[in-house]
């Protein structure tokens, strides 16, 4: 690996050796002829990747990013616009096109520098093969929470500045004045001695000349103009009228529409397929066996989907056909008792079975979470058209860069014969950074001149996901006189990413965390949050455990524990205080707590429940979150809404269970979502904490399962130590 | 097949496809109306509600026999014929309602049906009418903020 400089971030185009494309925020022009062909138009100068200046003085941004809800095309522009002093009304953004050259080279760069770690999911892809890192960085992938603290704060700003500083120093030259005596508003230069103005393009052309500076200065908080507020995304006004195009909306002449149906026992291969009957229904042209999958190509989709149903189709044995969901929590239970005290080491500090020994007293409790499906609202979907040698997809992709590359393997294409077209996504979740869905429809459309749009059922796209995992953790205590831990011995199976999600904030000086692994034909996928899904349940309910068993409120037993992080004390102290945490609350109502850090955010939130109904009702959710500084303080909490809805409705009903080897729910009728009537009131506080930017996608949900279930034990005396928690009266009879 | 003839956002439209054939499809295939979505065929999402004289109903599991004599709106015919926003439009754009936007045309819909019949809904009002429909980015606080912005204007 080459040696990176900060000049090579921003000046080089490519690490030498052949080995690693780690790319550039900005690059002149002419040393990129190829995005010059792709990005510009005629009298147009590239500044560099990320930012486009026309000659009217319009200034473009390209966002390599994919926009699933989060309000990244927003969010990453006003970034890049404040920081080149742009005029924000004549600010637009275009959504990067699948090509090496926008491939996320600052989330690569932290990747391969090593000083912030890349969500281990992407790592997995790496290690998959999906993304080949012998060829390239080919990283253009949305999840992990990485758009603003790492595309953002590493690309996008230091573009803008890198532009504005270009652009000044056209200007000093142009003028014949010093560069410091130059301001820079709405897109102008300014003199203020000479009284001279002009508009930024006047200079693109000189600017385009120059070697962009190795370090553009950034702007600190105080001196932000549109970093900091709540503008309002762009993506919005096409959302209300029916105008935004999603992947299932792409049309395109003679197209044709296919239904797929996927082994029930996942990872089955097909062994007969008797089409007799359906390849005579009405508007049915063709009955595809694809051996993972079999397909059926129709006029119209509802008419494949009708003719698909009617297919009888035997699928091989797996060994996993009499899998039952009792099985799959007594394999992972095995696991740990044969990993016993030597499961893979997590963390291990100090020495557990000494203080553990030595405690006061030892305190036990176990904890289990069941599969869960992603349930996007858009069912998956992908358009192909595969032709002359060529390949266009139309998909919404959370990594357009690897499904292309991924495409291009399948086919025996070049790269450059495949085109990605990245439409807006119906959800994300992480179910949409993985290239399987896509792969499926160029698989059909190859046999056929003409495009095809392959769509899921609702069935498939629940009973075909990539799973978070069904998990199991164990926790083992000592407490002494007071009841404060002395030891902390976790035991938990199916360790995934990120890496530190299995760690705890909290001092205690004595850490044994360890794991085991069971592989299971119900395949793993990053689920919103990933690992801090699971393990903010099960940290969060132990110590709450633990402050009951030293007889002290969970919110002043954390405090004891925190004492070393003023920032988790902030965060923590503020959603109480937002809650009242302390009062009275009436009989049949609880209030319980949870703090987690995850994606780089701190996150505290109190949730008040009423459990006078059949199942419990979560009232309110007081939040406080710190995400170092929110670049778009409502897209942030609204943000943060979505994540504490979306964990709400995992803990509160998602279940995915699996009967002989195959996945039981099929739809929301036996999948049951969180619908408005049960929609708590919701209050986020952002605080600036001015830490190193966090995340904002994934950090909203690790924190609201265990503050329910710690509500639950305060309205009932009931703890919850397993999900789904709308059933946690079940376990009591 | 036979013919079918109603009227989508005031134009008429005759169609001759499969009577049992769902609306949602024919609005989408056929009239290339995607702004009503598919996201669970079963009714249980929401996502492809649409309005059949008046009343919203989910276009999946509504056939187009149904349709026949009947006039339909869908997301493209709520605003006004000069282009203004609904006033129901126009309040997801003040609380910034969508993420992803998926079910957004369906929450709509059900909205302005609301609305319509109910111009000053409680709480209790937009959980019966609202419940219907799924939003998996969970804007249901943002929802209920813009039904009652709607509501004043």
């Given amino acids: 690996m080459g040696k990176w400089t900060r000049r090579g971030f921003i000046a080089a185009g490519v690490v030498s050796g052949g080995v690693l494309m780690v790319g550039v925020g900005i690059r002149e022009g002419h040393r990129a002829p190829k995005l010059a062909d792709m990005m510009t138009e005629d009298g147009e100068t590239l500044v560099n990747v990320w930012v486009k200046l026309a000659p009217d003085n319009t200034i473009t941004a390209i966002v390599p990013h994919s926009e699933m809800g989060q309000g990244v095309f927003t969010s990453m522009t006003q970034m890049l616009a404040d920081e080149m002093d742009a005029d924000w009304q004549t600010v637009t953004f275009e959504q990067a096109p699948a090509h090496e050259a926008y491939a996320n080279y600052p989330l690569g760069r932290e990747f391969l520098m090593g000083d912030t770690k890349v969500p281990g999911f992407v790592q997995d892809s790496l290690n998959g093969g999906f993304l080949r890192i012998a060829q390239s960085m080919g990283l253009q992938i949305t999840g992990g929470s990485t758009a603003v603290r790492f595309t953002g704060m590493g690309g996008m700003r230091i573009a803008g500045a890198a532009a504005r500083e270009m652009i000044v120093k056209a200007a000093a030259k142009s003028w014949d004045v010093p560069a410091r005596e130059l301001r820079t508003e709405n897109s102008y230069v300014h003199h203020i001695a000479s009284g001279r103005s002009e508009p930024y393009a006047s200079f693109a052309e000189q600017a385009g000349k120059y070697s962009p500076p190795t370090q553009p200065t950034l702007k600190t908080p105080d001196q932000y103009t549109l970093i900091g507020k709540s503008l309002p995304r762009f993506d919005i006004p096409a959302k209300t009228d029916g105008t935004a195009e999603f992947g299932i909306d792409v049309d395109l002449p003679g197209m044709k529409y296919a239904a797929v149906m996927g082994p029930p026992v996942l990872g089955a291969e097909t062994v007969a397929m008797d089409a007799t009957y359906a390849q005579d229904m009405p508007g049915v042209i063709k009955v595809l066996d694809k051996g993972s999958f079999v397909a059926v190509v129709a006029d119209g989709y509802w008419q494949a989907e009708n003719a698909i149903r009617q297919l009888d189709v035997t699928w091989s044995e797996t060994g996993a056909e009499s899998l039952s969901q009792t099985d799959v929590f007594a394999q992972l239970r095995a696991a740990m008792a044969d990993a016993g005290d030597k499961g893979k080491e997590d963390v291990a500090v100090g020495n557990v079975h000494k203080a553990t020994d030595s405690a006061a007293r030892v305190y036990e409790a176990e904890y289990s979470v069941p599969f869960l499906a992603h349930a996007a609202m858009e069912p998956l979907n992908a358009t192909a058209w595969v032709r002359d040698g060529k390949v266009d997809l139309w998909s919404g992709l959370q990594n357009p860069l690897a499904v292309r590359d991924e495409i291009a393997g399948a086919t025996d294409s070049k790269k450059s014969d495949v085109t990605v077209h990245n439409v807006f996504l119906g959800g994300g979740f992480g179910r949409r950074s993985n290239p399987d869905y896509p792969l499926m429809a160029v698989e059909i459309a190859k046999e056929f001149d003409h495009p095809v749009k392959m769509i899921w059922s609702r069935e498939q796209d629940t009973q075909q996901d990539w799973y978070r995992p069904a998990s199991v953790s164990r926790f083992r205590a000592g407490l002494d006189e007071e009841g404060m831990p002395v030891s902390w011995d976790n035991l938990f199976t199916q360790k995934h990413d990120p890496p530190e999600a299995s760690h705890i904030p909290y001092k205690i000086d004595n850490q044994l965390i360890h794991y085991a692994h069971v592989d299971h034909h119900v395949r793993f996928g990053p689920w919103r949050s990933v690992d801090h899904t699971q393990h903010g349940f099960f940290i969060e309910s132990f110590i709450d455990e633990l402050a009951d068993q030293a007889g002290m409120d969970g919110y002043q037993y954390r405090r004891k524990l925190l004492q070393h992080s003023p920032r988790y004390l902030a965060v923590l102290d503020a959603a109480a205080q937002a809650a009242n945490w302390g009062r009275d609350v009436p009989e049949g109502r609880g209030l319980g707590i949870a703090l987690v850090d995850s994606f780089g955010t701190v996150v505290a939130q109190v949730v008040e429940v009423d459990v006078t109904g059949p199942e419990p009702k979560v009232v309110h959710v007081w939040c406080a979150a710190d995400p170092g500084y929110a670049m778009n303080p409502d897209g942030f909490v609204a943000q943060i809404e979505s994540g504490i809805i979306y964990g709400l409705t995992a803990a509160l009903y998602g279940d995915i269970t699996i009967e002989d080897g195959a996945v039981v729910q099929s739809n929301f009728h036996d999948y049951p979502m969180l619908r408005m009537s049960e929609a708590p009131e919701i209050s986020v506080e952002i605080i600036n904490s001015g830490a190193k930017v966090g995340g904002g996608g994934e950090p909203g949900t690790p924190p609201i399962a265990p503050a329910l279930a710690n509500a639950v034990f305060a309205a009932t005396g009931v703890r919850v130590r397993s999900q789904p928690i709308a059933n946690f009266q079940e376990g009591l009879s | ?153």
């Fill in chain 2, 1 to 153: 097949m036979a013919e079918t003839r109603f009227t989508v956002n005031g134009d008429e439209q005759i169609v001759d496809m499969d009577p049992t054939t769902p609306l949602l499809w024919v609005l989408r295939e056929q009239l290339k109306l995607t702004g009503t979505k598919f996201g669970c065929g079963i009714a249980q999402c929401g996502a492809c509600t649409i309005h059949l004289d008046g009343t919203p109903v989910r276009s999946c599991s509504t056939p187009l026999a149904a349709a026949d004599g009947a006039e339909l709106t869908t997301i493209e015919g709520v605003a006004s014929g000069d282009g203004t926003h609904h006033a129901v439009q126009a309040a997801w754009i003040e609380h910034q309602v969508p993420q992803c936007g998926y079910c957004q045309s369906g929450q709509i819909m059900s909205a302005v049906a609301l609305l319509r019949d109910n111009p000053s809904p409680t709480d209790a009002d937009i959980d019966a009418a609202m419940s219907g429909n799924i939003c998996r980015c969970g804007a249901y606080g943002r929802i209920r903020a813009a039904i009652k912005t709607a509501a004043r204007a």
